[in-house]
């Protein structure tokens, strides 16, 4: 997939949000496994849907606004559990900008549970997929303590079509507490979630931030419904140092 970056996929310094190249892989992947004959539509007659497990990005740097870039994606299984999806967002010159790693199971919508992939794929997920991947996914410990948390309720716009909260929320409402002169200064280097329950319509979700490292500025994360003990998501993400505020050097969010 070819494109160029729209402005309203850029925040207020021009560069690309994270939550803009979350949305481009995952329309890419709903893509690739439409055309396959397994997609959302496809799992969802069968009282299944594809949820993500975990998710991690690496930024060589940040794409700006009207830039072409090109997207490409693959998969394989793992354990028979979990299906593996990596993502390469290449710029005109062919130079990877954003590489993506990320782990999806089938859930079972009456059980709750995740199913094996053996049992919920068509012979067509066997036949494309990808034989050889490696993964860099990192433990991200979980903070009870924090030093921001900002809310926000979970709206109807939040859902896509399992119902679910988008994914793309979920990296929003987390990078939305970090100070903003962090924010500010630098595109992030490496933003990496695991998610662990859903959030739902109607919820308040705290979004809790603690920095835990200054060389480079790496913040863990935690999103949790409000006056639950349950965790919707933690994330970790990482910030390059010795950046100044300058014009177009931001990500936003």
Known sequence: MVFRVG?????VHGRMRVVSAINRFQDIAGEHVDRLGFGVADLLRGGRTWVLHRMRLVFSRVPGLGEELKIRTWYRPERDLYSLRDFSME???????????????VLDLKRGR??????????????NRAEYFSTGFKEIPESEDHDIAVRFDVRLNDLDI???????????????????????????????????TPARYGEGIVSQVKKVSDDPAVYLHRLRPEGSKETCAVLRTEWPVGIGPVSGA???I
């Open 7 to 11: 402005h309203s996929e850029v925040g």
């Open 91 to 105: 710029d005109a010159d062919g130079e990877r900008v954003v590489f993506a790693e990320s782990s999806w199971v």
């Open 114 to 127: 995740p199913v094996r992939l053996s049992s919920a794929m068509p012979r067509s997920y066997d036949e």
């Open 162 to 196: 399992n119902r679910h909260v988008n994914n793309a929320r979920y990296f929003e409402w987390a990078l939305e507490a970090i100070p903003g002169e962090v924010l500010g200064s630098a595109g992030p280097s490496e933003v990496e979630a695991l998610f662990r």
């Open 250 to 252: 931001a990500a936003g």
